[in-house]
């Protein structure tokens, strides 16, 4: 039999339903590393049914920096109300704001990438190295390579997060997913600076 303060606990760290937050105490034997990831196993499976869900709610937050020369305005979108009005849910947003204004990401994500814009960077990294003695498929494979790292420095979601270097901001946006248990998206951003 499962303690209930020790599902309030799991309820707590998780913000999983409590009957979820039950059954995976029990399925784990009392172990809340793995009933941890149990939940989050489950919220991630539940987050992909929801991918083609719409995102009629969400909040706009601003991060404004201590010397007022510097800020951001993010659009965090969800599903419902419920998620929106969440603390977590808006703390979130801000932490998003505060990336936004420190790392001056220019798309969301790779996918938001004008296709002239990555073809004339596949081109101007081919004609550097043409004079490379290389045959095509390892040029191939360094122009994927330096594309990678490119974007990955200018598109939001592949950029690592500033407050935890372990993870990038499209993972963080998936455990977000798993935790509030519905579709979760960036919707747009704008950075400020004098």
Known sequence: MVNIKDIQKLREQTQAPIMECKKALEEAGDDFEKANQILKRKGELRAEKKEANDTKSGVVEAYIHSNHRLGALVELRCETDFV??????????????????????????????????????????????????????????????????????????????????????????????????????ISRFIRFQI
């Open 84 to 185: 929106a009005n969440n603390a977590e849910f808006k703390k979130l947003a801000y932490d998003l704001a505060m990336h936004i204004a420190a790392l001056d990401p220019e798309y969301i994500s790779y996918e938001k990438v004008p296709k002239e814009i990555i073809g004339a960077k596949e081109q101007e990294y081919k004609e550097e190295l043409k004079s490379a003695d290389k045959p095509p498929e390892i040029i191939d494979k360094i122009v994927k390579g330096k594309l990678e790292k490119e974007f990955q420095e200018i598109c939001l979601d592949k950029q690592i997060f500033i407050k935890d270097e372990t993870k990038n901001i499209g993972q963080l946006i998936k455990e977000a997913i798993a935790k509030f248990g519905e579709k979760i998206e």
